[in-house]
């Protein structure tokens, strides 16, 4: 069972926008960075946001990413249909000593 | 270009072991962590192992403890994944992923299968 919850999936039309939270505890997102990672469908995943808000070099900055307390959350602007995939939270938990990824969502453009 | 280029996954019986490979390229290895992570057939992903760069740092999660081993060649450019007492729920794509803080980087996996 993960210590990250998000939502199993959200949808929005083309266009539009949609958030995806990350909800954990204080050994993990509230006291380490949390990193996003984008997986389209039969592809290995790819990182997204690191450091809670900042994008690696060719990420569109459509994808934002920010943190508060023990939550995270990442948007999505100007949804396209490429932008169809599963999206994963993931921080390192101080307390365990383990690396933890959110349950996943999958985002459907209607 | 970053690379890296998983290996030696296959279908292996069950209590059996198996070792993969993660050969990189394309940044200096011996600077950066690396981690395992596996993704079960329709499941999400599993953090499963972390080293440091020197290999003086392991980590590893409680399903596979005790069970795996991970290691590297710096000469080589090369991480280790030796899995032991395998059961059915390690059966998954097993991917490696460079950097401590976040998976900068990813390989395309390799699928292991345990079979009864």
């Known amino acids: 069972q993960s210590l990250l919850t998000q939502p199993p999936s959200v949808s929005a039309a083309p266009g539009q926008k949609v958030t995806i939270s990350c909800s954990g505890r204080?050994?993990?997102?509230?006291?380490?960075?949390v990193s996003w990672y984008q997986q389209l469908p039969g592809t290995a995943p790819k990182l997204l946001i690191f450091?809670?808000?900042d994008r690696p070099s060719g990420i569109p900055d459509r994808f934002s990413g920010s943190k508060s307390g023990t939550s995270a959350t990442l948007g999505i602007t100007g949804l396209q249909t490429g932008d169809e995939a599963d999206y994963y939270c993931g921080t390192w938990d101080s307390s365990l000593g383990v690396y933890v990824f959110g349950t996943g969502t999958k985002v459907t453009v209607l | 270009e970053v690379q890296l280029v998983e290996s030696g996954g296959g279908l292996v019986q069950r209590g059996g072991s198996l070792r993969l490979s993660c050969v990189a390229s394309g940044f200096m290895f011996s600077s950066h962590g690396l981690n395992w992570v596996r993704q079960a057939p329709g499941k999400g992903l599993e953090w499963i192992s972390y080293i440091s760069s020197s290999g003086n740092t392991i980590y590893y999660a409680d399903s596979v403890k005790g069970r795996f081993t991970v290691s590297r060649d710096n000469a080589k450019n090369s991480l280790f994944l030796q899995l032991n007492s395998l059961r059915d729920e390690d059966t998954a794509v097993y991917y490696c992923?460079?950097?401590?803080?976040?998976?900068?980087?990813w390989g395309q996996g390799t699928p292991v299968t345990v079979s009864s």
């Open positions: 992923a460079r950097d401590r803080e976040q998976m900068t980087y």
């Open positions: 450091e809670n808000s």
């Open positions: 204080r050994s993990n997102i509230g006291n380490n960075y």
